[in-house]
């Protein structure tokens, strides 16, 4: 009875040539909406801000005011949320500036040929733009997931665009975590129109180099079509997603609630439980039942949890090899060994240990940075982190006596690769040499 | 006379309003390879194997063999070069394995509250995809800079694919860079059809978590392609750039060589000089039509000198202002204060200080990476460096004390939030570690 409410089922054992069946995620498809974000694309390169407050009006559904909120309603901001938000955010936002400070890179020079001295330099991306989403909530969280990392690298621009309240405003709380945060600007529009601004620049908004954070189906469309227009984004999005690992330690009232605030995302947020126990997956699923029953979202919960699988496997390395094919974007190892266990994960987004480290800590304010690959990107991708903010020009300096060394392997593999003016730019200078000191001290 | 054979201009003192125009690059336009792409994709996919020696038997116009190169000429490759070449190639693969080894990552462990502790871990990307172009050269340089780093972050499958020779087969020294480098499989195949060969993979190639290398255009519309399936790509391609900022104490022979090296790459290559000095500027323009005598690749280079620009600039700030607004791919700096000047450099991607550090070191073997950001992406991405092989996860592991000082942290952010499950993960906890000790002690 309490199963055919959520949907869930229970899943034992599955033979490996089903995991992936299993594991699969819905279908991206992105298509439909290309054609919507090159209209929009075109209509702000064309008009610029006329545009954005023209679809402020259409998509948002309010009268638009100015674009940039004044920083007097920044410097505000702080008085029109409550003292413990405010000390919250204050909380949060010194643990993700120390676990982020500590990523700071240190440069290494390297002579790795007598004379030849190479090393790299990081360097911040002058210009970065943060879309904050709005709609049923003010993600303050995201701002300073974004804000603090960019102000740490040194972003000389950080500016902020998100779509305004049916107030028509821009929440305070998001304000607030703006300015402690080191945000330069904030601008009051949304969806691909703010993309858009943040790539071409408007009269108000400023071109950026890099463009972050998270958003609906269109804002993605539009983050990944101003890739072909060399602007940087943060990271491909989809759905958010978490994945359970729990043994006999685990305690399914916890493990009930982690499922459940990441089915509270979305209906199609992605959330599985692997474990060793099949008792503690049935427990799992009467505890997700009471659950439910306090929650405000239910029915997006009750949709999300249509996909959600509790998946019994005998083997610990089953398991650990299961996960890691999915390349979770977030994992919560609940079991004995957690530590032991996480040491052989080689894909996931962010990693979380024990029972008492649910997903919401690192979505908000243990340190570590809640924008992360989903959708297998885990693979391939880091979550956003010190050095998204920074980019690592190399340099290389050589002395008459390195070039003097190098230079035979340069020429043979030049002459080898039929690039002669190659050769030729290291011979005028060895020639030189040779003139200068013709005897070759 | 001269100045009209290359068609190279020099522009003296440009006001600023003109420098945007004057380093205008030309306008990439993919989209009619898109559906070239989208056809190959098609085909791959439909038809795995048999598509890729079509597509070889079409495109490369040699009957393909067997698609990958047995390991008895990768083994053998070192017999069918020269000792000179090898010697050269061992040189470089030293000096470039030596930086990177210098760039690895070491994990800082924080505590960023009591009993909350966070940590990122770097993780080898698994398998990695590594294209290499055929044409008029073997790039085997091509295959150090990309294999070694690889094989330094651990990665468990490095896969390299490259076109036929006339011949039907792949030059040995493209074999002989991988089997020094690491690489695990190398296949003769080419074009887009490589590219999605490795992102779905076929009956006889391995599906890769990241595509690396420079190639042509088709490549290159299939690496964006492949970006929108969950595969990751290395850096957006453009063509080859390098700026030399050059003041009296410049030899205009070596500064020549320099322009003339990047202008063999090919007819779009972007050629700049920026100096103080008018009569550098002139002394070096002569010098190309001397050096220019001596190259094959005379129309190629005649062709991508027509767009090459001479600037003469009074002020060095400008220069910089000049350079860091173009954010070119190679930089050489030949001035008196070279490492001073380039202190102030904040976009470009690999930097050659000094008169005896000449373009074609990076390229080859000073031990830095010559897969570089173009087309002014410096701004916001980095060359390809050890990270581009490693994905950084971030762990965090919370003790029932910690989770009881930042409780209150996280649900009132969660409730603002209206993320109520969020909150109940927080507070089944709290309640549990409550009735474990209702003191609180």
Known sequence: MKTMETKTKIIQNPPRSRWSEL???PAMDSEYLDQAVEDIFFAVKRKGDQALKDFTRSFDGVEPGELEVPSSLLADAEQRISPALRDAIQVAATNIRTFHLAQEFRSVEVETSPGVVCWQKAVPIQR????IPGGSAPLFSSVLMLAIPAQIAGCSEIVVCTPPGKDGRVNPAILYAARLAGVTRVFTVGGAQAIAAMAFGTESIPAVNKIFGPGNQFVTAAKQAVQ????????????????VMADETANPRFVASDLLSQAEHG??????????????????????????????RKDTIRESLASCRLIVMDSVDDMVEMVNGYAPEHLIISMENSRRVSEDIVNAGSVFLGNYTPES?????????????????ARAYSGVNLDSFLKKITFQEITPRGLQGLGETLQQMATSENLEAHNLAVSVRLDALDKENPNGN
């Not at 970065?128 to 879309?131: A, D, I, N, R, S």
């Not at 800590?361 to 990107?377: I, K, Q, V």
Request: aromatic fraction near 4%; charged fraction near 20%; glycine fraction near 8%.
């Open 267 to 296: 209906p199609d947020s992605q959330v599985i439980l692997v474990t060793t126990q099949r008792k503690l997956a049935e427990q799992t699923l009467e505890a997700m039942e009471e659950q439910l029953q306090l929650l405000p």
């Open 361 to 377: 800590a690192g979505d908000y304010a243990s340190g570590t940075n809640h924008t992360l690959p989903t959708n297998g990107f």
């Open 128 to 131: 970065v733009g943060l879309y």
């Open 23 to 25: 594991l699969k995620r």
């Open 228 to 243: 072909k227009l060399g602007v940087a984004i943060d990271l491909p999005a989809g759905p958010s997603e978490v994945l």
